[in-house]
Each structure stands twice: as structure tokens, then as C-alpha cells.
């Protein structure tokens, strides 16, 4: 078990043997016999692994608890194997940290992920998803305009939404994977706020339509068109641009970037979804961005970046109920325990004005 531990933990920071080793003062063998499980490690040695791979020594203690399955990688299938092990690692640690987590509650704290009644079986057209997009979207009171913060919304739906660092040098494009029965979804860290809400979109849609599209349609363009319905509506595409357009200037577009979360690349493809545009008008705009090098960067400040809120929040509220003590919670949270005192008392924080 702690042999298991450890290499997870070598792998999530992307360490081989032989580096883990010079780093703990240990040689390489002695590392491979303590993974195989063939050498049990003194306090000492624990201690200082724990410090070589930046992980909590209780990390190397804890019951073996998740398990990832059905894992998928959008899009781009550049990643080497040793950056997948370091995903991978990454995101499993974090699971069995949530999972942890969930079981000190007598009742489950956050509801069980259920797709809404009312869908089509089978979906043999793209318009289609526009109808479903808004069907997911009154069942969660989402109404027709802005989602102000994606995370939370999947989050208080039963999605597990997972951030990590290990962007694999721009060619991670997010993950999609089932663990103890609930959904995860996997994003970059510090991704821009609209790449990061298009993919969380995308991997819904996934959720939504297993098993629903008619053969001859494509999975990827499903995804990507409920993704742009599911953060921008059929209604409100056409509230912001009218029935019909010849011309949409950028600026429009950068506008809308950054009043509903949605690239700007994202919103020439709706208004041509909703027919607001022909085609011929897409395609110059789309030749517009090719030329001044928008498809990689778009212009103006990035729309910001979100985080999840759930599993901190349910620490605090563990923690508040002594279901946990301030070591334990701050274990959770891997944050030094004077940090977080720090972060309940909110010490540092501006006191308000005077009145």
C-alpha cells in the first residue's frame, strides 16, 4: 500500500527513480523495492520522500479508496506517457482526498449527477441539441442568459469538477473519467476562463448523449454544439445579434466573450448554428482570425479563469461540525495548518471601512 502510494506520488510529480532518489537521499533500487512493496521505509525515509515528491507524509498512510475508470482525453492525443502517469496521478489523489472527504457526512452533501426527463432518445440532427442544451438548462434554473460560473453549476449537479497544473506543456485538452460511480471532469488550472467553461461544456454534452445519437453523426461536433448551446442559447444568440446579420464586427464578438464565457472563435460557429449567418459570412470571419493569428490567441484581456468552491467549502463545514480536526482539515486542503487558521480566522483579510 505504501509502495503504491509512493509511486503515485513520484509520478504526479513527474520524477523518475533515479531522481526521486538523489532528491531523498536514497539510490534508485532502493526506491524500486520500496514501490514493489519488497522493502517497508523506516519513519526516516518516509519523511524524507515526503519531502522529495512535496507530498503530506499522512498522503503515504491513507486507505486506498478510488479508483479512476472510463478515462478519455479530448482531442489532441499528444501527451507522452509519462505526462498521462502525472495526470493521472493528479487527478486520483484529489478524488480520494473529495472521497475522504464525503464519507465523514451521514448523508451525501452534494446530490447524485441525473440527466433531466424529457430528452430525446435518439438524436438523428444537430438542431436537435439546441432543444436539449435548453432543456438541461431550465432543469437546473439556469434560465436563457449568462452562466456566471460553470464550476458551480456542475458541481451542485453532481459533477466532480477537478482542476490540475499538469497542463503537459499546452497539449492536455482536458479529461472525462468515473470514479465510485459519480462523473469527473478534468481541466487546466490556469486555463483561460473560456476554454476552460467549453470544455466543461463539451464533456457534459457527453454525459447527456451517451447512447442518443443516431449513427452517421459525429460525437466530437454533437459535443462541440451542445457546448455553445448548453453557454450560449438559441434565444439568447438571437436577442444579442437579431434574426439575421451580413456582418459581425469583432468587437461584438469580444464583447459577448466576455458577458457569457464563450470564445470568440466559439461565437462566429453559434451564429451560424442559429442561422443568424450564411455560411459565406462565417467563412470570413473565420479567414479574418486565420490571418491575424486569433485561432491561437484571441485579442484583449482573457476572460478569468474559475475554480472549484465545493470541496473547500465542505472541509470548512466538516471542520465547523468536528467532524475533523484542524490538522485533518488542513491535510485536506494541503495547506500548512497555520495557513489555515489563518484562512477560517480570516486573518489578512481588509476589515470594512468604518461607517
Known amino acids: 500500500m505504501i509502495g503504491e502510494r509512493i509511486k503515485r506520488a513520484r509520478n504526479a510529480v513527474g520524477l523518475s527513480m533515479r531522481a526521486a532518489g538523489e532528491l531523498a537521499g536514497l539510490s534508485a533500487m532502493a526506491i ?4 514493489r512493496g519488497l522493502v517497508t521505509p523506516a519513519s526516516q525515509t518516509l519523511i524524507r520522500l515526503a519531502r522529495a515528491l512535496d507530498t503530506p507524509l499522512e498522503y503515504f498512510f491513507r486507505p486506498e479508496t478510488a479508483d479512476l475508470s472510463g ?7 499528444a501527451l507522452g506517457a509519462k505526462q498521462l502517469k502525472r495526470i493521472e496521478a493528479d487527478v486520483l489523489e484529489q478524488v480520494e482526498r473529495y472521497l475522504e472527504l464525503q464519507a465523514l457526512f451521514p448523508q451525501p452533501p452534494v446530490k447524485e449527477f441525473a440527466i ?20 438541461i438548462r431550465k432543469a437546473w434554473r439556469l434560465g436563457e442568459r449568462t452562466i456566471q460560473n460553470v464550476i458551480d453549476v456542475l458541481e451542485e ?3 466532480l469538477v477537478l482542476t490540475t497544473a499538469h497542463a ?10 468515473q470514479a465510485d460511480g459519480f462523473p469527473v471532469i478534468v481541466v487546466g488550472t490556469d486555463w483561460p476562463g473560456d476554454r476552460q467553461r467549453f470544455t466543461l461544456a463539451h464533456e457534459l454534452g457527453h454525459l ?5 445519437l443516431a449513427a452517421g453523426l459525429n460525437t466530437e461536433s454533437a459535443c462541440h454544439r451542445f457546448a455553445g448551446a448548453f453557454l450560449a442559447p438559441k434565444p439568447a444568440v438571437v436577442s444579442e445579434f437579431g434574426v439575421h446579420r451580413k456582418r459581425i464586427e469583432p468587437r461584438e464578438l469580444y464583447n459577448l466573450k466576455h458577458e457569457y464565457g464563450l470564445s470568440m472563435w466559439a461565437w462566429i460557429y453559434r451564429a451560424r448554428d442559429v442561422n443568424i449567418i450564411s455560411n459565406k ?12 493569428g486569433w485561432r491561437k490567441k484571441e485579442p484583449g484581456d482573457p476572460y478569468p479563469s474559475e475554480s472549484p468552491k465545493m470541496f473547500e467549502q465542505l472541509v470548512v463545514r466538516a471542520h465547523a461540525e468536528d467532524m475533523i480536526s484542524t490538522s485533518k482539515a488542513a491535510e485536506l486542503m494541503r495547506t500548512p ?3 489555515l487558521r489563518d484562512k477560517l480566522s480570516m486573518e489578512g483579510l481588509n476589515a470594512p471601512a468604518d461607517q
Open 32 to 35: 524500486s523495492k520500496i514501490e
Open 71 to 77: 478515462i478519455e482525453y479530448r482531442k489532441r492525443a
Open 116 to 135: 433531466p426527463d424529457g430528452l430525446p432518445e435518439e438524436v438523428d440532427d444537430l438542431a436537435q441539441i439546441e432543444l436539449i442544451a435548453l432543456r
Open 157 to 159: 449537479n453532481g459533477v
Open 168 to 177: 503537459g506543456g499546452g497539449r492536455f485538452d482536458g479529461m472525462a473519467a
Open 208 to 212: 447527456v448523449m451517451e447512447g442518443r
Open 281 to 292: 459570412v462565417h467563412d470570413i470571419l473565420i479567414k479574418t482570425f486565420s490571418s491575424r
Open 337 to 339: 495548518v497555520d495557513a
